[in-house]
T-cell receptor
Framework: DGGITQSPKYLFRKEGQNVTLSCEQNLNHDAMYWYRQDPGQGLRLIYYSQIVNDFQKGDIAEGYSVSREKKESFPLTVTSAQKNPTAFYLC??????????FGEGSRLTVL | SQQGEEDPQALSIQEGENATMNCSYKTSINNLQWYRQNSGRGLVHLILIRSNEREKHSGRLRVTLDTSKKSSSLLITASRAADTASYFCATDASGGTSYGKLTFGQGTILTVHP
């Protein structure tokens, strides 16, 4: 079935470690997005990419990095520079300017 | 910064009543979208309204858009307990360096009591 797969669903990180969240889509969408959601809050845009080998910073890009080497994949690295990384991370894709299709999210906890 | 601001933050109603949620935004948009999120899950798209449209319907959902006031509303009619979720508006930037940027509001938590 077509869709977006995020992994892992749950992830624990020690302070000072980098972690990478995976996002894969088989919808043949050009645009992909990473959002962060804190408890009881809306979604804040971290990075987005509209085409392979190109991406733009969102509103809260500091402490995060991404790559877009393949159309299907848009991994997010949470670096040690991100001071408060505990959150729910959501990946999405679309054919702009249409609707977003979301994955089920990855919950990152810093120990 | 958040593009969309939603109100109310929380809404509690009885089954069968209507629920109205509002969204305001700040800059020019290509379209405005509404999403639903069940607790701990990804978001699901409900309806998209383009900047040149004023009203759109989908089943029990009605969305309006007023670009002069930079605001939108989502009406859910004859609500059901299964409508209990968080609802978010998202604005699709219309162009320039923000083309393709989709920004979400804070959301409205809807609780429908049986």
């Amino acid at each position: 079935d077509g869709g977006i797969t995020q992994s892992p669903k749950y992830l624990f990180r020690k302070e000072g470690q980098n972690v990478t969240l995976s996002c894969e889509q088989n919808l043949n969408h050009d645009a992909m997005y990473w959002y962060r959601q804190d408890p009881g809050q809306g979604l804040r845009l971290i990075y987005y990419s509209q085409i392979v080998n190109d991406f733009q910073k969102g509103d809260i890009a500091e402490g995060y990095s991404v790559s877009r080497e393949k159309k299907e994949s848009f991994p997010l690295t949470v670096t040690s520079a991100q001071k408060n990384p505990t959150a729910f991370y959501l990946c999405a894709s679309r054919i702009a300017p249409g609707e977003l299709f979301f994955g089920e999210g990855s919950r990152l906890t810093v120990l | 910064s958040q593009q969309g601001e939603e109100d109310p933050q929380a809404l509690s109603i009885q089954e069968g009543e209507n629920a109205t949620m509002n969204c305001s935004y700040k800059t020019s948009i290509n379209n405005l979208q509404w999403y639903r999120q069940n607790s701990g899950r990804g978001l699901v798209h409900l309806i998209l309204i383009r900047s040149n449209e004023r009203e759109k319907h989908s089943g029990r959902l009605r969305v309006t858009l007023d670009t002069s006031k930079k605001s939108s509303s989502l009406l859910i009619t004859a609500s059901r307990a299964a409508d209990t979720a968080s609802y978010f508006c998202a604005t699709d930037a219309s162009g320039g360096t923000s083309y393709g940027k989709l920004t979400f509001g804070q959301g409205t938590i809807l609780t429908v009591h049986p």
